[in-house]
């Protein structure tokens, strides 16, 4: 079946710090790739998507690329900030359902 | 605009009651999700609605679970008879037609977080 894996928190950082979080996918064909995130209080909002191998996603300072070779999608930022404090989620899409990671929760500190 | 809304934001309930849960999807959004997040499961989804296409209830965890979508918007999650294991946030999404493609986003209401005592 389809599943994520993504790197376990938590994560803690101090602000301007680089931020990675690892995710890797099990699906057949070609899934959708997603970042969610999950700020405190808040629900989930999505962050990024990327819909076919070698698209790169990005939106406020955070970019993944869709790597199939490698099935991966990892989310980087070149420099954090605290309100960037949240919990982030990778997901694919394959036949209108999403499989989430485990989500990875990030503090980080001023 | 204005977002998935559900209702009720907080609902706890006594073990063997049954529960409704509401969700309102955006406007012209015809698919709908289900998903439930608990601490042990993390994000799992439940079911999925597609204009009057049947519905895609392969991730109901149980015959206590259902759900109906009426006149191809509101969308009505009931338990029967819940457990303690019930006790999860539930999540309702929407998003344009999916028409057999996985590029749509979906977005996500707030949730209603069921505690079963």
């Known amino acids: 079946g389809n599943s994520v894996t993504q790197m376990e928190g938590p994560v803690t950082l101090s602000e301007e710090a680089f931020l990675t979080i690892n995710c890797t996918y099990t699906?057949?064909?070609?899934?959708?790739l997603f970042w969610y995130v999950q700020y405190p209080g808040e629900g989930l909002q999505l962050l990024l998507k990327a819909t076919k191998a070698d698209d790169k996603g990005s939106n406020k300072g955070f970019e993944a690329t869709y790597r199939k070779e490698t099935t991966s999608f990892h989310l980087e930022k070149g420099s954090v900030q605290v309100s960037d404090s949240a919990v982030y989620f990778c997901a694919l899409s394959k036949n209108h359902k999403l499989s989430f990671g485990a989500g990875t929760t990030v503090t980080v500190r001023a | 605009g204005a977002g998935v809304s559900q209702s009720p934001s907080n609902k706890v309930t006594e073990k063997g009651k049954d529960v409704e849960l509401r969700c309102d999807p955006i406007s012209g959004h015809t698919a709908l999700y289900w998903y439930r997040q608990s601490l042990g499961q993390g994000l799992e989804f439940l079911i999925y609605?597609?204009?009057?296409?049947?519905?895609?209830k392969s991730g109901l965890p149980s015959d206590r679970f259902s759900a109906e979508r009426t006149g191809g918007s509101v969308s009505t999650l009931t338990i029967q008879r819940t457990q303690q294991e019930d006790s999860a946030v539930y999540l309702c999404?929407?998003?344009?037609?999916?028409?057999?493609?996985?590029?749509?986003?979906?977005?996500f209401g707030p949730g209603t977080r069921l505690t079963v005592t």
């Open positions: 999404a929407s998003s344009l037609a999916s028409g057999g493609r996985d590029t749509y986003e979906q977005y």
């Open positions: 699906a057949t064909g070609y899934p959708s």
């Open positions: 609605f597609q204009g009057n296409s049947a519905p895609d």
